[in-house]
């Protein structure tokens, strides 16, 4: 069938991007879906700093590429041998499609997947190729998903049949925003009450993880950004604290009003400076937990002498440790008691025609989260 769909024919693209249009849109070709696919109807799809590092080249993928992960829609046609979801239903995708074999898989952390990550590196499905093409030549998938377009041909292991009636801009933020922060709070760090929190890095990524702090009852939530705009809606999320990352004794300001630091420093920025901020607000014994995707030539540089000498932990955290299959319902329920008040990300909607405009807004940190409508 023909669609339209965002395709990146290269990288890296320099900003402004309204300017430059490293996405064009485009009548693709898409293919009928396999066995244990699925033919999916894209609703929303939210603009993600892990699709703007694919257009800046901070991480490499083959191109031409339709782009887009965090996304719901419905299905339209179940392939051959998809027996549990059927036409209508509503779906989640989610960027990392879980096989259920692998070591990874058969320990409980899909998020490791090795035959999905495999195929997401080289721009395929789980089952292997590629579903799209464009005037005759294959069109990579972007992490198993490729949500910016019409429709979608995809594993079943990447979507979540979604239960609760929520607007599909909401419940596209589960698949990627909510499900990363969230886990990383609840899954990955572990977050016990009465702890104290802070958040590195106010993205919806980072505004999604200070909501799951809050969520675990955590005493104090800081957070920790170079915008006063998003530490003001830190502040209406549920932060107790706020400092600016750009005020030259940030370290020490918050090490002196958590007596000594926090129990827990979450870094959402993807860069090894916010990093090392948040590896030294983190107190003795206490736990620094990373889900920002920095350059993956960037380094780190620690002291070994602190690490032993203090205990301290240092983790990363992948799809936030999820299990999406269970973890994108129980985050949709508190969703809906008001505890997770995700709607408060989306700050703005365009349709597929304003995608490069939408870039240009995420890269200068002028919205959270910018939704495509299809």
Not at 4 to 25: D, E, F, G, M
Not at 190 to 196: L, S
Not at 220 to 236: F, H, P
């Amino acid at each position: 069938m023909k669609i339209r769909a965002a395709v990146l024919k290269a990288s890296p693209v320099s900003a402004p991007y309204a300017k430059s249009r490293p996405l064009s849109i485009e009548e693709v070709d898409l293919a009928p879906p396999g066995p244990g696919e699925v033919l999916v109807r894209v609703r929303a799809a939210g603009l993600c700093h892990s699709d703007l590092s694919v257009i800046d080249g901070n991480r490499l993928r083959p191109v031409p590429m339709v782009l887009g992960h965090e996304a719901a829609g419905e299905i339209v046609e179940p392939g051959p041998g998809v027996q549990d979801l059927k036409a209508g239903d509503r779906v989640i995708m989610v960027f990392v499609p879980s096989c259920g074999h692998c070591s990874p898989c058969s320990e409980g952390r899909p998020a490791l997947c090795e035959p999905g990550n495999a195929a997401n590196g080289v721009g395929e499905l789980l089952a292997g190729g590629r579903r799209l093409s464009l005037s005759g030549q294959p069109v990579h998938h972007h992490v198993g998903v490729s949500a910016f377009a019409e429709y979608a041909v995809i594993s079943r292991h990447s979507l979540v049949k979604l239960e609760a009636d929520i607007p599909h801009e909401i419940a596209a933020l589960f698949g990627c925003a909510v499900l990363t922060g969230v886990g990383a709070a609840v899954n990955t760090a572990k977050v016990r009450a009465g702890e104290t929190v802070a958040v590195v890095g106010l993205g919806g990524v980072g505004l999604s993880a200070l909501m799951g702090a809050a969520a675990c009852g955590a005493s104090r939530v800081i957070a920790v950004d170079l915008s006063e705009e998003k530490l003001a809606i830190a502040r209406d999320l549920g932060a107790t604290d706020t400092f600016n990352a750009g005020d030259p004794g940030v370290v020490d300001a918050i090490r002196a009003a958590t007596k000594g630091g926090v129990d827990h420093g979450l870094e959402m920025a993807g860069s090894v400076k916010a990093l090392d901020l948040a590896y030294q607000i983190t107190r003795r014994g206490g736990t620094t937990t990373t889900a920002g995707l920095a350059n993956p030539a960037h380094t780190l540089s620690l002291a070994p002498v602190r690490l032993v000498g203090e205990e301290r932990t240092l983790k990363g955290s992948y799809v936030g440790s999820c299990i999406p299959m269970r973890d994108i319902p129980r985050f949709v329920d508190l969703y809906l008691r008001g505890k997770l008040p995700v709607d408060k990300l989306m700050t703005s909607q365009s349709g597929l025609d304003g995608i490069n405009e939408g870039f240009d807004a995420l890269n200068e940190g002028r919205t959270i989260r910018h939704v495509i409508m299809m």
